[in-house]
């Protein structure tokens, strides 16, 4: 069994880049929507390239937790996704939760099978699983 390569990210439009920017610095294979696609894009489109591309989406778009077509798309396409949990959080104050929750994302995109979704606390420090049915 050949060792599976590290996770990809792809960081979606209500995320700044500057998050990009930090996460690359500590090593993440990530990219920012908007080196892929126009901002504007069709979220079908946005997970066909996430799909397409092997990575994980990463945004703070909690909207999830009650949009059943969303849940569906990320089963339909077969992605893992990360959201950040919290609300009126600032950018600093986002990256900051990001960084902390790196090495969990990491370890839950390595390991988990997809689809999946997961919830980064407004701290960082745990991740819980959201169920996608």
């Not at 920012?32 to 703070?60: K, M, N, W, Y």
């Not at 909207?63 to 396409?77: G, P, T």
């Not at 969990?104 to 049915?133: C, H, N, Q, Y």
């Amino acid at each position: 069994m050949k060792p599976s390569s590290p996770p990809r990210f792809l960081v979606d439009h209500n995320l700044s880049p500057e998050l990009v920017t930090v996460l690359k610095a500590m090593g993440l294979d990530v990219v920012h929507l908007t080196e892929r696609l126009p901002q504007d894009a069709d979220d079908c489109l946005v997970f066909q390239t996430i799909a397409s591309e092997g990575r994980c989406l990463l945004t703070r778009d909690l909207a999830i937790r009650s949009n059943q077509r969303l849940r569906h798309a990320i089963r339909d396409y077969d992605i893992g996704a990360f959201f950040l949990g919290g609300k009126n959080r600032s950018g600093r104050e986002l990256i900051v939760q990001a960084v902390k929750a790196a090495t969990l994302m990491e370890e839950k995109a390595a390991s988990a099978k997809r689809p999946f979704a997961f919830i980064v606390s407004p701290g960082g420090g745990t991740i819980e699983r959201l169920e996608l049915d």
